[in-house]
């Protein structure tokens, strides 16, 4: 082998090394540095329908949540809860409602949740259920519900 191909095969070698960590670490900053964190739910009457799930988000800011699942559900939405006229609705929530725009995003009683409708068993104090939240940026991401009587 000669000096020009010895040369040659060393720099394709560190091109291609350049480009694999360049692509580890965009692929270690996509989705951001998402954390939830205090993940809960009330327990359900045994005749319960529908129930709530709460959480505080930490994402990149305007990072916006844009889905939820979770096997205790037969199917869920993005919701909020608003004193209109002197009556609290509930409604889905509206993109800009989902969006941390200052990094953080709430999810409380009175406010926005995850509304669990067609509840498939009741939320008994002290079980817990999965939930799957899905944000634009931070992308799907796995937590417990812990069913707590607040």
Not at 72 to 78: D, K, N, P, V, Y
């Amino acid at each position: 082998m000669n000096k020009t191909s010895t040369m040659s095969k060393t720099s394709t070698m560190s091109k291609t090394l350049t480009v694999i960590v360049a692509v580890a670490t965009l692929a270690a900053g996509c989705g951001g540095g998402a954390s939830i964190d205090d993940v809960w739910a009330r327990p359900s009457p045994p005749t319960a329908e529908n129930a709530a799930f709460y959480f505080t988000a930490t994402v990149d800011e305007g990072d916006r949540l844009v889905a939820a699942e979770s096997p205790a559900c037969g199917r869920t939405e993005l919701h909020i809860s608003q004193m209109q006229d002197g009556l609290m609705t509930m409604r889905p929530a509206d993109t800009g409602q989902l969006t941390a725009s200052d990094g953080t995003l709430v999810l409380e009683p009175g406010g926005l949740h995850v509304m669990c409708m067609q509840l498939v068993a009741p939320l008994v104090e002290g079980d817990e259920v999965d939930l799957t939240v899905t944000f634009e940026q931070a992308g799907e991401i796995d937590l417990t519900v812990s069913i707590e009587d607040r």
